[in-house]
């Protein structure tokens, strides 16, 4: 998918390119960073050593956010959104400390900036963390909570959580739906009213949604 053009609070990147159309915040697009920009599945052995305690795992996996695989498709998808003029959010259910390597590595390889970046809220032990999916409800509400309408899509990697927000009217899709479609087809799905622009999740789906 060809890039349409940079995006930014100005709308330039150090590359000098410019946006077709400038950034709306009735238009918004969530994007998830693990399995859709993102690979750390290299580090995933971390999480499994017995002989370390559980926070240590995941600090040492987080350890290697800078060393993570660039996924190109979804470089270019983000590109290719940013292009037509969506205001880019991006997801992460990685916790909040992780904030600045993850800006850090979007920057480096040339991810468009985005208005924010959530991330999964601090919690103290023993106190568990709220699982992907309702940290990804939440970072959609914070936009539907402003407007119904101004979540245009929250992309993510995993089908099963595209159903669940689905089920709770939030419009979704995954990146490998978007990424084979087209820049016109792309504006089309994106441009169309929200609640109408992705079919329906499966009826088992609705059944079982908290």
């Known amino acids: 998918m060809a890039r349409n053009g940079p995006t930014s609070r100005v709308g330039k ?11 709306a915040d009735d238009r918004v697009v969530i994007l ?16 499994t050593r017995a002989d370390v305690a559980i926070q240590q795992r995941w600090r040492d996996f987080f350890d290697h956010i800078p060393d993570a695989k660039v996924l190109d498709d ?10 037509l003029g969506h205001t880019l959010l991006y997801s992460t259910t990685r916790p909040a400390y992780t904030r600045t390597p993850t800006r850090a ?3 480096v390889h040339d991810f468009p900036i985005a208005r ?8 103290e032990p023993p106190r568990h963390p709220q699982p992907a999916f309702q940290i990804k409800l939440a970072h959609s509400r914070a936009v539907t ?6 979540l245009r899509c929250f992309i993510d990697d995993d089908q099963a959580i595209v159903d669940r927000l689905r089920a709770q009217h939030v419009p979704a899709a995954t990146a490998t739906a978007l990424s084979s479609l087209g820049v016109a087809e792309l504006r089309r799905r994106l ?17 079982h949604s908290p």
């Open 145 to 150: 909570n402003k407007h119904p309408a101004w």
């Open 32 to 47: 998830d960073i693990d399995g859709v920009l993102a690979d750390l599945t290299e580090f995933e052995h971390l999480l």
């Open 74 to 83: 979804g470089r270019e998808l983000a590109w290719a959104i940013a292009g």
């Open 105 to 107: 590595w979007l920057g």
């Open 116 to 123: 924010a970046l959530l991330a999964r809220p601090h919690v």
């Open 13 to 23: 990147t150090r590359r000098g390119r410019y946006l077709h159309n400038h950034p």
């Open 191 to 207: 441009d169309s009213a929200p609640m109408k622009a992705f079919d329906p999740p499966p009826a088992d789906v609705l059944q």
